[in-house]
């Protein structure tokens, strides 16, 4: 498989070169070159030994890779690097957020069961190892509650709340699922690290807190129980990412139904307009 990187100036993209220049099982993947407007960044993979080549444009590799990993930092970009690779029917991990805009979502997906595109990607946080225990204890208890917290970025260059934000939706999917009715959030000043967040399921309530804690919480409360993860440590989170990514090529079949990539988007527009309008704001699940 003939791989390229899309925007170098995410920590992703040096992870992935990394494991698939060094680690065994990623053998079958040749990494033929990345694009990134940082310059810096793509010296860094250049001089690591990492990268073989950094293009001029994001579409210089159109007819030359079979997949392409999409790692920019800004959302924006993962729709405008990504979009034509899919229409060519192109395999393509997208980082988080999967994108800012609901509409590019839907127009990636669109295009992707037009041609035959395999995608994947979203929050590498989804593989934290204590999550899929906090999952199975949640599935067999009745729920009356949760917590989810995890760190935010408000002021950045890269979309601002929509630039880190994913993770807490994604670890919160993986344990409650991702069937939320409605969202109500306060973020009283949008300069600072402070989002909180009330996520309806309908029998039970998630509160979400976004602070600048650089630490992940997931809590579960049932009626005889509460269990509970809190970490610093993403452990293998971007090994666990690019082995989905190899999985899904090798056997032409996508890890989830493209509508679980848009969802993470409908629930982080719905957050943002609560916030802004101060309303609470109903999630479409169709």
């Known amino acids: 498989m003939k791989a390229a990187i899309l925007g170098t100036e995410n920590s992703h993209a040096f992870a992935f ?7 065994p099982v990623f053998s079958d993947i040749e990494l033929i070159g990345v694009y990134g407007y940082d310059d810096m960044a793509n010296g860094r993979l250049l001089k690591a030994g990492l990268a073989p080549y950094a293009a001029k444009s994001p579409d210089e590799f159109l007819g030359k890779a079979d997949a392409v990993l999409v790692t920019a930092r800004h959302g924006e970009h993962h729709y405008e690097y990504a979009l034509p690779y899919i229409k060519q029917g192109c395999a393509a991990f997208i980082d988080k957020p999967f994108t800012v805009e609901l509409a590019h979502a839907q127009e990636m997906i669109d295009c992707a069961q037009q041609s ?12 934290l190892s204590g999550l899929q225990p906090l999952r199975e204890f949640a599935e067999s208890n009745k729920l009356l509650g949760g917590y989810a917290g995890a760190p935010i970025d408000m002021v950045n260059p890269y979309a601002g709340f929509f630039f880190y934000s994913q993770h807490l939706v ?26 909180s967040v009330i996520f309806d399921y309908g029998e039970f309530d998630v509160m979400g807190q976004y602070t600048s804690s650089h630490a992940y919480t997931v809590s579960v409360y049932a009626e005889k129980e509460t269990r509970s993860i809190y970490t610093h440590d993403l452990g293998d989170c971007f090994r666990q990412e690019l082995l989905e990514f190899r999985q899904m090529v090798l056997s032409g079949k996508p890890p989830h139904e493209y509508e679980e990539l848009i969802k993470p988007v409908k629930v982080l527009n719905a957050i943002h307009k609560s916030y802004t309008d101060g309303v609470k704001i109903a999630v479409q699940n169709d």
Do not use: H, N, Q, W
């Open 17 to 23: 070169a990394k494991y698939i220049k060094e680690d």
């Open 170 to 195: 994604e670890m919160m999917f993986t344990v409650f699922g991702s069937g939320v009715k409605a969202v109500t959030a306060y973020c009283p000043d949008d300069t600072k690290k402070r989002v």
């Open 116 to 127: 035959g595109a395999l995608l994947c990607g979203g929050s590498s946080l989804k593989f």
